[in-house]
């Protein structure tokens, strides 16, 4: 699978400027899903009055999500989490409430996350980027969007349900592992797409532990690089069951666990880092570079290819970080099947037999 990436949905420009984008991409099938859902009530036209900014997007209230009452299709069990942004219940549905356009999963468990809108100050963007995104991701390792409801001031996505959660931008909370074995990823607020021509990001994003030095440093144009170092550091947290870069104050301190683990960066072999917006070099000690044993012995476990690639995942340089596709072709994982590298994006490595056995 290609974890590192950053996603921002096809989209369309009408020819006047002022118009909204559109996601024009059709909605391809939804893994393990037996129909999807039409989700054309949320292509929008803006009035040509209404406020944009970065930000926000201003949207009438009537006119333009249909209203639907999404209590009496679903009935909450619990209660998964709670954030600033939204609040995600597992639910199940009910099948004698008919519906014009829920995705055909009568009487399943699902997950709604249901986000607070005040419509005085717009629609998050993050909540129409997340819609925009996961109605165009079809993978068998990203979570499935199955429908979307608006009901007075509420923004609700119906997600399915993953039975376990590993539970503790790419970090360990948007990752979800049921009780089969399969992984998925979730949470796409924060998401843009790689293939995109970008301007520069801000680089408030990712939580500080998975946040890569470059990012800490100031730099504000990235790629899927920033996902490869999130997925080191996740990948030595599997391995030790502790955050490898646990900061506890601000992004100075983050940088010296990250150097003290890694070293200082080398301006031969990264020039870049000196046009950097925060690099000051002379604020740390002369850090060399720690073998990952002596970091935490759990990752001796390794043994030889698997610190090879953690160190590949954590290189200080972006542009010296290995891709995704180059990890999947690491000795690391030699052990799998040949196979596993020609599946369709839809189909679940579980599916091959040889790993079905590992399951057993």
Not at 74 to 93: F, H, I
Not at 192 to 212: D, F, G, I, M, Q
Request: glycine content about 4%; charged content about 20%.
């Amino acid at each position: 699978m290609q974890l590192g990436f950053l996603f921002r949905p096809s989209r369309s420009r009408s020819n006047n400027n002022k118009e909204p984008l559109v996601v024009s991409r059709p909605m391809p099938s939804c893994p393990n899903s037996s129909t999807v859902a039409d989700f054309s009530h949320l292509r929008r036209r803006r009035p040509r009055s209404a406020h944009y900014d970065p930000n926000t997007i201003t949207l009438s209230e009537k006119q333009e999500f249909p209203e639907q009452d999404v209590n009496e299709t679903y009935e909450r069990l619990e209660k998964l989490g709670e954030g600033s942004y939204a609040t995600v219940y597992k639910c199940k549905s009910n099948p004698t409430i008919p519906s014009t356009h829920i995705c055909r999963i009568d009487g399943s468990i699902v997950a709604l996350k249901e986000i607070k809108l005040q419509f005085q100050e717009g629609l998050p963007f993050t909540a129409i980027r997340e819609a925009s995104l996961l109605r165009t991701l079809r993978h068998a390792n990203i979570v499935c969007l199955h429908d979307i409801f608006h009901q007075h001031n509420q923004l609700t996505f119906v997600f399915e349900y993953m039975k376990m959660d590993l539970s503790k931008d790419l970090k360990p909370q948007n990752l979800l592992l049921d009780d089969t074995g399969v992984l998925k990823l979730a949470d796409f607020g924060l998401a843009r797409a790689k293939s995109v021509p970008s301007r520069t990001y801000s680089h408030e994003v990712v939580t500080l532990w998975y946040r890569p030095p470059d990012v800490l440093l100031g730099s504000t144009e990235y790629s899927t690089s920033l996902d490869m170092w999130g997925v080191g550091c996740i990948f030595a947290e599997i391995c030790t069951g502790q955050a490898l870069f646990p900061g506890t104050k601000d992004v100075t301190d983050q940088l010296d666990k990250i150097f003290s683990v890694r070293g200082l960066p080398d301006e031969s072999s990264w020039p870049q880092v000196r046009n950097l917006p925060h690099y000051a070099p002379n604020a740390f000690p002369l850090y060399k570079e720690v073998p990952f044993k002596h970091v935490n012995i759990l990752l001796s476990k390794l043994q030889k290819a698997g610190t090879d690639l953690l160190g590949m995942f954590l290189q200080l340089n972006p542009s010296e970080r290995i891709s995704a596709s180059c990890a999947m072709l690491h000795p690391y994982f030699a052990c799998l099947p040949r196979s596993i590298h020609i599946l369709p994006p839809t189909v679940s490595i579980f599916t091959l037999p040889e790993l079905q056995q590992w399951k057993r």
